[in-house]
């Protein structure tokens, strides 16, 4: 029995991607092992949304070329195999195969290819039309919590973001599908189930079936109503795009208990004019309305946020209203990262005068705003008894 070693970076639908293909590799015969050292194949699910995590393929690629006596078959699926497809042949020695976004279903197939001989083995075809999107069967990473996928891709086309390319135009899974996934989680056992997606309230799914009896004022709080008629013990979800942001999302938290009180609004910029050139679709003052509705909640809904600081042509001015928002809005936590470019991005074209220096040092700045407000925030949790999942 061959022994497959699987290694993941990236987003939680990368993690979700993953246990699928240890699920249907086990299902064909092979071992899914955790020891990358006894493996007989390394497959690699990528990310490119950052520069770093691209290069993290480059070096495990060589580890895993030259620190074994044997070689093992190496296979790279993922966002940066959709992008470079078969150029990574000649990026990287090593590599035996490689796999796209929508043809994870497949990597059973191209291992096959690779053991006949065939060399150049790539597939970045779509999906198989029956392709099996449930994670209830699935290997998971945790007995007790799951990812529950309900929308894959990007229609934003933000400006800095690969995703859109990388991850194709936007598909909602059936809400039936979902919520039968759900209550089979709750049956084996799960307490916490994680909607994932890219932008998960741009949720708009083919058909109404599943939603029919719940109201709502967007497909997704129809959605969040219906999972949490399931009774599964903590629902969270994630990622939120601030511009499909509907308020009703946090009537159906205040409705329902067992939707977790946390919401993640990735704010990007705090400066309008950033904003407008990230093409995030939203201004501050949106925003800021947004945030003001979720402090009003009964049930004190925590923040959380991802900025980018030194965006292609960010002025000081444009990081003070970074900083002011921060503070504004409270975060409990943020991502905060310093902007890189990736190829094939609109953003990368631009003519980026912010220079290395003024990001790291931008970014030091931001860190310690965000911590202040932080700590501030987070004293509302002094002798209070909440319920957490460990
Ligand atoms: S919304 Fe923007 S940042 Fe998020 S995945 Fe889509 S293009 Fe990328």
Known sequence: MKKVYLETFGCQMNVSDSERVATSLA????EVTPNENSADIVLINTCSV???AEHKLYTRVGQF????EVKPVIGVMGCVAQLEGETLFDKISGIDFVIGTKAVGRV???IQKVYDGESGVT???ERELDYDWSVADAQRHSPYVAFVPIIEGCNKFCTYCIVPFSRGREVSLSAS?????VLELRRQGVKEIHLIGQNVNSYRPKSDSGLETFHGATPFSRLLRAVAATGIERIK???S???DFHPDIIDAINEHENLCNWVHLPVQSGSDRVLKMMKRGHTIESYFKKIDKLKESSRDIALTTDIIVGFPGETEKDFEDTKKAVEYCGYDSAYIFKYSPRPGTPAFEMDDEVTLGEKKLRFIELEGVQKRSQNQRLQRYLGKRVQVLA
């Not at 299902?27 to 092979?30: E, I, L, N, S, W």
């Not at 599908?177 to 996934?181: A, K, Y």
Request: aromatic share 14%; charged share 40%; proline share 4%.
């Open 241 to 243: 795009f601030p511009r």
């Open 237 to 239: 979800f994630n990622t």
């Open 177 to 181: 599908e979902i919520i039968r996934n």
């Open 50 to 52: 950052r520069e770093k």
């Open 27 to 30: 299902a064909k015969g092979f």
């Open 108 to 110: 059973a197939d191209a």
């Open 123 to 125: 597939d970045l075809g």
């Open 65 to 68: 070329r030259n620190y074994r």
